[in-house]
């Protein structure tokens, strides 16, 4: 048995934005357009005019509670921001953990032994208050950020030595992490305490908006494992199976009314706190203005919220959370033997049977379109105007989202040769006295993708949350019309609630320009990797090892989450469109017209496209020029050959595409498009039904091929040392920051090849070397070994080591941004230099601005800090791709040292003092790119970086004394 624990009490400063007094009041501060100071009092204008002009009660508590804690703090003003001033306070913290361990062993018999262990580890987090002296830790409602986590793994186990080769394991072990956040929360709060859930512009609301949400992931394992020791054989024989199971509990918002504050565009109060009542102010403090306003008179912009469906009821309720649970079950039976050929000789072979259960929600709430449902009204992708698929495509309840994979045949098979070569050169080559060792081995291991690629995917489909809105514009809200004081007294307008019911099948028009979707492929199968080694071990002295091998791997049917919504511009024709489009803008701009419209000149064409996007749809009306022929993002996107980018606005945005297909889409219709459309429904998409279409394949792949070179020497004359050199390349399809689910789309479905790449973890060049060596001083030592105490203690016991690690640079992606061939990026385009010149150019290294630094030759940076378009150009032909350029970041070069002195006391009681260096040499290694990252070519601050891969140098004192 034994127990640990670190306690930490701390304390940190914290902040908070608060209104001044005057703003409380409702005097507007703010700097004009000719540098004055000017004041308003936004009450009082607006009261003249016929709107609020007081301070809403709920407001006024809300202000009162948060102005009884600044006499804790210190109050901090800001020279550009005359409305609020920081709140700053100095905040106990704490974060504490510990650490009990229990083992038990019996021996029941003399052939029968059992084990027990428990280890468990505790971690506390306390959180703080949103303001100083807010609350308490006895009273924990109004505490923020608190946090805790309980984990532990026990097993038992039983060994029944059957005969004395013949040894039977069986082991039985749990493991459970629960985590808990915000324990004391409750979705009661707001009605306790009489303040509503109110979103609060310019402040922090003092009522924290997080909710309990405990999570675990248990985990039970079983395994039973035969051991046969048989003449030159050595089998085991075994089955395994393991349970792994999810659960976590979310409120979001449970029910609860959000009340959202703010000032619409439509709202009237807009043309009184206007210009013309306050002079000289920027667009940027009209803004600020009107949130003020806003957030005085409880002025709402709208009130939103959800809530959950219940596991048990399978309806949805008011302050019930919604509780994911999953589980996964896998298996196997497995053979192997280790089979002594001859001394020299032996060989490993075996087979293992892995049988994969079926991701599953368990509670029956997750919702599943399936895959022919998730295509929608097209069975294939990029093919306008052929709807052969589900017309109406709809939602359902599916606890298991595919079909489960069942044969995974897994054998594997090595030797090891320890040869004895007596003459010749075979005999110089790998000694004559069995000096060398050749290893070979080769296997297949199946493995199990995580919870997450359920809970992320298909656990975030639609039906588990019921939305309620009430937005501007509905009936009974006009625009500024309600206010805290009359939501919180009078009955309120009827609320847009979707969906309905928690029924299937749930049709996907409820979810159209709202919400996306997410399906397996029907049958997935279990990713493996392939791998497979040589490598010939030579001793070159009696305490000094060279080896060299040769390591590779491919992954295999690997999960991947990806979109199968990319914006189609060819089949379509859009792209000719577009094409059009940009004659015609280019004509109008040389008569001085800003719109790219058919207006008739020479050489302009109709537009007809553009023109149903944009025109009247039965009883829809024409959009104005500003969102059609004339709007600035269009004529922008048509200025940069975004015809991708232009493609998917249209697209996703119903006020267009309902005008390009009409009421012949369902869910246009029900918006009040009543005429149909000239455009198919699938005229960019395959399914219009959704924002997006999500997949989970089993397509990925990645290989990896590594030459590695390791010298041991043990230890001999005070030095220890190992180093190891590799030169390895990775490849694969998924270039990005590793995430739990796989998430990453592909540049185009087209070609998937495109995406051909680097790994992340791509380092072509690693070399590691660790050392220790003890200085030949002092008793026991070479030198002076029969040095005097006194001396002895001054000379003896010295020990140096070091850590030297020489990493080649990570790969990252140089990016444009545009979209010219879908609404995915694009690549660039390199001009008059080459790949390898363009490397050596990007690690050059300079101070740069604002404390950054530059890692790109100053050639390769235009004036205005983006890339030079001379070399590095961003794609402008539409319907094009450019270049995919992959380069190497900063390579690592790192030097760690210690000193150690030991000095003896007595017999039995030692001194001893430890100076640890990391990053001895102080090198900066500049991070560029990040791992599985990205770099912007038109980014105003191209060739710089903020971070770096390690921290300067660290020195550390350690002093022991030992008994």
């Known amino acids: 048995m034994n127990f640990e624990a670190n306690p930490v009490p701390s304390s940190f400063t914290a902040t908070r934005l608060v209104l001044t007094p005057e703003a409380q009041r409702g005097i507007f501060k703010y700097i004009g357009t000719d540098g004055r100071i000017y004041s308003a009092n936004l009450l009082e204008i607006a009261g003249r005019a016929g709107f609020p002009s007081h301070v809403d009660p709920t407001i006024q508590k809300i202000f009162d509670v948060i102005n009884s804690t600044l006499s804790k703090g210190t109050l901090l003003p800001s020279a550009t921001d005359l409305n609020r001033v920081t709140l700053q306070w100095t905040q106990e913290d704490y974060a504490g953990a510990y650490y009990p361990t229990v083992r038990l062993d019996y021996q029941i018999t003399p052939k029968l032994a059992w084990r027990g262990t428990w280890n468990l580890r505790h971690n506390q987090w306390d959180g703080e208050p949103l303001y100083p002296g807010l609350a308490s830790k006895a009273d924990r409602r109004l505490w923020a950020n608190e946090a805790n986590a309980t984990i532990y793994i026990a097993s038992t186990g039983l060994e029944w030595t059957i005969t004395p080769n013949i040894l039977n394991t069986f082991t039985f072990g749990v493991q459970s992490n629960l985590e808990n956040f915000n324990q004391h929360a409750t979705p009661f709060i707001w009605r306790d305490l009489g303040i509503p859930r109110i979103a609060l512009p310019l402040i922090t609301h003092p009522i924290p908006t997080g909710l309990p949400f405990p999570r675990n992931n248990p985990v039970y394992s079983l395994s039973d494992t035969l051991n046969w020791v048989r003449g030159k054989h050595t089998f085991t024989f075994g089955t395994s199976v393991l349970r792994t199971s999810m659960y976590e509990t979310a409120y979001g918002s449970a029910g609860v009314p959000i009340y959202n504050l703010g000032v619409v565009a439509a709202d009237p109060v807009t043309s009184v706190l206007s210009g013309s009542n306050l002079p000289m102010i920027r667009s940027s403090d009209l803004s600020m203005a009107w949130s003020l306003y806003a957030l005085l008179t409880g002025r709402i912009s709208s009130i939103t919220g959800s809530r959950n469906v219940d596991e048990r009821t399978k309806q949805y309720r008011d302050f019930a959370p919604v509780i994911r649970r999953q589980a996964f079950s896998t298996g196997g039976v497995y053979f192997q033997d280790s089979y002594r050929v001859t001394p020299s000789l032996t060989l490993n072979y075996g087979f293992r049977w892995e049988i994969s259960g079926t991701h599953t929600n368990t509670n029956g709430i997750y919702t599943d379109p399936g895959f022919e449902h998730l295509m929608g009204p097209s069975r294939q992708l990029f093919r306008p105007g052929v709807l052969d698929g589900v017309s109406a495509p709809q939602i359902f309840q599916r606890s298991k989202s595919y079909r489960s994979d069942k044969v995974n045949p897994a054998p594997n098979f090595g030797f090891a040769w320890n040869p004895a070569f007596q003459n010749g050169i075979l005999s110089k080559l790998f000694g004559a006295d069995r000096q060398t060792v050749i290893r070979a081995a080769y296997g297949i291991n199946y493995y199990d993708e995580g919870m997450n690629m359920l809970q992320f995917s298909v656990g975030n489909n639609p039906g588990l949350t019921q939305s309620f809105v009430l937005q501007p514009g509905m009936p009974g809200f006009a625009p500024g019309e309600l206010s805290l004081t009359r939501a919180l007294t009078s009955p309120l307008p009827p609320f847009a609630v979707n969906p309905p019911a928690f029924t299937f099948p749930m049709p996907q028009s409820l979810f159209t320009f709202v919400s996306g979707l997410a399906s397996f492929k029907p049958f997935m199968h279990t990713p493996y990797v392939q791998n497979w080694t040589f490598g010939i071990q030579r001793e070159l002295t009696s305490n000094t090892v060279l080896e060299v091998r040769y390591v590779g791997n491919k992954s295999t049917h690997i999960w991947r989450t990806y979109p199968l919504s990319e914006t189609n511009i060819f089949e379509n024709g859009f792209l000719q469109e577009f094409l059009n489009a940009q004659r015609n803008l280019a004509i109008n701009q040389a008569a001085g017209v800003n719109s790219f419209a058919n207006r008739g000149l020479p050489g302009q064409v109709p537009l007809p496209l553009f023109e149903a996007a944009f025109g009247a749809r039965g009883s829809q009306p024409a959009l104005p020029a500003g969102s059609g022929f004339a709007?600035?993002?269009?004529?922008?996107?048509?200025?940069?050959?975004?015809?991708?980018?232009?493609?998917?606005?249209?697209?996703?945005?119903?006020?267009?595409?309902?005008?390009?297909?009409?009421?012949?889409?369902?869910?246009?219709?029900?918006?009040?498009?009543?005429?149909?459309?000239?455009?198919?429904?699938?005229?960019?998409?395959?399914?219009?039904?959704?924002?997006?279409?999500?997949?989970?394949?089993?397509?990925?792949?990645?290989?990896?091929h590594g030459l590695q070179i390791e010298l041991r020497r043990s230890f001999s004359r005070g030095l220890t040392l190992n180093a190891n050199y590799t030169w390895s390349k990775s490849l694969g399809d998924f270039f990005a920051t590793p995430n739990s689910?796989?998430?990453?789309?592909?540049?185009?479905?087209?070609?998937?090849?495109?995406?051909?790449?680097?790994?992340?973890?791509?380092?072509?060049?690693?070399?590691?070397?660790?050392?220790?060596?003890?200085?030949?001083?002092?008793?026991?030592?070479?030198?002076?070994?029969?040095?005097?105490?006194?001396?002895?203690?001054?000379?003896?016991?010295?020990?140096?080591?070091?850590?030297?690690?020489?990493?080649?640079?990570?790969?990252?992606?140089?990016?444009?941004?545009?979209?010219?061939?879908?609404?995915?990026?694009?690549?660039?385009?390199?001009?008059?230099?080459?790949?390898?010149?363009?490397?050596?150019?990007?690690?050059?290294?300079?101070?740069?601005?604002?404390?950054?630094?530059?890692?790109?030759?100053?050639?390769?940076?235009?004036?205005?800090?983006?890339?030079?378009?001379?070399?590095?150009?961003?794609?402008?032909?539409?319907?094009?791709?450019?270049?995919?350029?992959?380069?190497?970041?900063?390579?690592?070069?790192?030097?760690?040292?210690?000193?150690?002195?030991?000095?003896?006391?007595?017999?039995?009681?030692?001194?001893?003092?430890?100076?640890?260096?990391?990053?001895?040499?102080?090198?900066?290694?500049?991070?560029?790119?990040?791992?599985g990252g990205t770099i912007s070519i038109d980014s105003t601050s191209f060739g710089q970086t903020t971070s770096t891969l390690v921290g300067p140098r660290n020195i550390q004192i350690r002093a022991h004394i030992t008994w």
């Not at 699938?682 to 990896?704: I, Q």
């Not at 380092?763 to 060596?773: P, Q």
């Open 741 to 931: 689910n796989a998430s990453d789309g592909y540049t185009t479905l087209r070609n998937r090849n495109l995406d051909k790449a680097p790994s992340p973890f791509d380092l072509r060049h690693i070399l590691n070397v660790f050392w220790t060596y003890e200085l030949p001083f002092g008793r026991g030592r070479r030198f002076l070994s029969k040095a005097p105490g006194f001396l002895d203690r001054v000379i003896g016991g010295w020990t140096l080591s070091g850590i030297t690690r020489l990493n080649s640079g990570r790969p990252y992606l140089l990016t444009s941004g545009r979209a010219t061939f879908n609404q995915n990026e694009a690549g660039i385009i390199l001009k008059e230099i080459s790949l390898a010149e363009l490397q050596k150019k990007m690690r050059q290294f300079s101070p740069g601005p604002n404390r950054n630094a530059y890692h790109a030759d100053p050639t390769l940076i235009g004036p205005d800090g983006r890339a030079n378009p001379q070399f590095l150009a961003v794609p402008t032909t539409p319907g094009q791709l450019g270049q995919f350029i992959y380069l190497y970041g900063t390579p690592l070069v790192l030097n760690d040292l210690a000193i150690l002195k030991e000095i003896p006391i007595r017999e039995r009681v030692k001194f001893s003092l430890q100076i640890e260096m990391l990053n001895a040499f102080n090198h900066p290694v500049l991070n560029v790119g990040s791992l």
């Open 631 to 704: 709007n600035g993002t269009f004529i922008n996107h048509l200025r940069q050959g975004t015809v991708g980018a232009l493609a998917n606005t249209l697209a996703t945005n119903n006020i267009y595409f309902c005008r390009l297909v009409g009421s012949t889409f369902a869910p246009c219709a029900a918006l009040g498009f009543n005429a149909p459309g000239p455009y198919p429904i699938n005229f960019f998409r395959a399914n219009p039904f959704v924002t997006s279409m999500t997949l989970v394949d089993d397509n990925s792949w990645s290989t990896h």
